[in-house]
């Protein structure tokens, strides 16, 4: 058995979505709350098998695999942080790969020397060429709805954990919703990259006459409208590649996977019977959802840290957040910008997980950098707390029954930002159990 020269790696995307009624969830709330029990890293937490975490839309949860040195290892990394979260969860949310709601993305990891010279970039060239009939795998509904995103020479070169990568973005994250799919993929990837990096005389040889020029200068679009415009065309194309793979020098060891990430139309029906759900896909026994955490007031030491009151495990945490999710949305709202919004979301995340009555709706402004404040400064009912001579600037934003939270700028840094999320959370407990004196 070869070994393979190269390290694989994955993060890819998906849309968490409430079970009974397919209510889009943020993850990055998911990942505030469970960030009291599991160690925060860069948007996520450090889980079994690796990160579970949020892409920069915020929206969207990302898997971050420890990298492996095979396939199947790669595979059972993405398994451990896909059951551990589909236990926390307790199925009360899906987990969907196709892009009906939102754009998610299933990037796959080569890694690569830190200078890249030409003939790796070549390499990389020649292992998405020979990756066009994974293209075949993709669902109608994501065809229609990814449009920003699929292009087969989509690469980018990036530093994960230390080590240079390629990173391949032309994949939807549909590969993720089984693990046959899962270990098809990265064999398939790791076949063909083995190939061309190993052998790429030989795979120029043989596909040069079909470019009519070098690699890099091939127009990788061409190769996509093939399938839709000159299906027969691109039908030949793929037949070729068919039979060349099994020449390469990976193909007998992994072989049942590669010849099951070329049945297209059998991988699509499998993943609509998994109603493209991670957790489906993934766990045949799957854990039975129980009844709601009763609703039971916490004290303020309990919402300020996150937690449930009483003794609940993060599992009833979380099905309390996922149970409650946008409940509470109408009570809040800010005068905008990321920290406020981040502040708001801090709040409203602590009421869906703990579940505090909400008497006063709230409404966080931001103060504006020549007011030179170190506190926050509250107006209720017409009462001010920390009545100041800027306390008119409230005035001008109260809506009638809410509570207006003026947020000043130093509260704002972003290196400074979590420690206000803990701050304003013990203001806010205090306003809404009337703990806070309004002259």
């Keep these: 058995m070869r070994e393979l020269n190269f390290t694989l790696g994955a993060d890819p995307e998906f849309t968490?979505?409430?079970?009974?009624?397919?209510?889009?969830?943020s993850a990055n709330d998911l990942v505030a709350i469970m960030g009291t029990s599991f160690p925060p890293v860069?948007?996520?937490?450090?889980?079994?098998?690796?990160?579970?975490?949020?892409?920069?839309?915020?929206?969207?949860?990302?898997?971050?695999?420890?990298?492996g040195t095979t396939p199947n290892e790669i595979t059972r990394n993405l398994g451990a942080l896909i059951r551990e979260l589909e236990f926390l969860t307790a199925s009360r949310a899906q987990a969907i790969t196709d892009s009906s709601i939102e754009q998610v993305g299933g990037h796959v990891h080569i890694s690569v020397p830190r200078d890249v010279p030409a003939s790796v970039v070549n390499a990389i060239n020649w292992t998405l060429f020979l990756c066009a009939p994974l293209l075949r795998m993709t669902s109608e509904i994501t065809r229609r709805h990814r449009t920003e995103y699929g292009r087969l020479d989509d690469v980018r070169y990036d530093m994960h954990s230390g080590t240079r990568t390629a990173e391949l973005r032309f994949l939807p994250a549909e590969w993720l919703t089984t693990p046959q799919t899962t270990e098809a993929v990265f064999s398939y990837i790791a076949c063909v990259y083995y190939e061309a990096l190993n052998n790429q005389e030989r795979v120029a040889a043989a596909y040069l006459p079909y470019l009519r020029g070098k690699i890099e200068d091939f127009n990788f679009r061409?190769?996509?409208?093939?399938?839709?415009?000159?299906?027969?065309?691109?039908?030949?194309?793929?037949?070729?590649?068919?039979r060349d793979i099994r020449g390469f020098a990976c193909y007998e060891q992994y072989k049942r996977h590669i010849q099951f990430a070329l049945q297209s139309k059998d991988i699509k029906k499998r993943h609509g019977v998994a109603n493209y759900d991670v957790f489906s896909g993934w766990c045949k026994v799957r854990t039975p959802p129980g009844d709601a955490p009763p609703r039971v007031q916490p004290t303020k030491e309990q919402f300020v840290s996150l937690r449930m009151p009483g003794e609940v495990t993060l599992q009833d945490s979380i099905a309390s957040f996922i149970e409650n999710y946008g409940q509470y949305s109408h009570m809040f709202n800010n005068s905008g910008g990321r920290d406020m919004r981040d502040l708001e979301r801090a709040l409203r995340t602590r009421v869906e997980c703990t579940g505090l009555t909400v008497n006063t709706p709230v409404y966080l402004y931001g103060f504006p950098s020549d007011v030179d404040l170190d506190q926050f400064t509250s107006i209720k009912d017409g009462k001010f707390n920390n009545t100041t001579r800027y306390s008119y600037l409230l005035k001008d934003v109260a809506m009638d029954g809410s509570a207006v939270i003026g947020i000043p700028v130093y509260f704002r840094n972003p290196g400074r930002i979590e420690d206000s999320k803990v701050k304003l959370a013990d203001y806010f407990f205090m306003m809404q159990t009337n703990q806070l004196l309004y002259k």
């Design 222 to 242: 061409v190769l996509q409208s093939l399938e839709s415009d000159m299906p027969s065309l691109f039908e030949m194309l793929v037949t070729k590649i068919r």
């Design 42 to 67: 860069s948007m996520g937490v450090q889980m079994k098998g690796g990160v579970f975490g949020h892409d920069g839309h915020a929206s969207t949860a990302e898997l971050r695999p420890n990298p």
């Design 16 to 25: 968490l979505v409430r079970s009974r009624d397919r209510a889009h969830i």
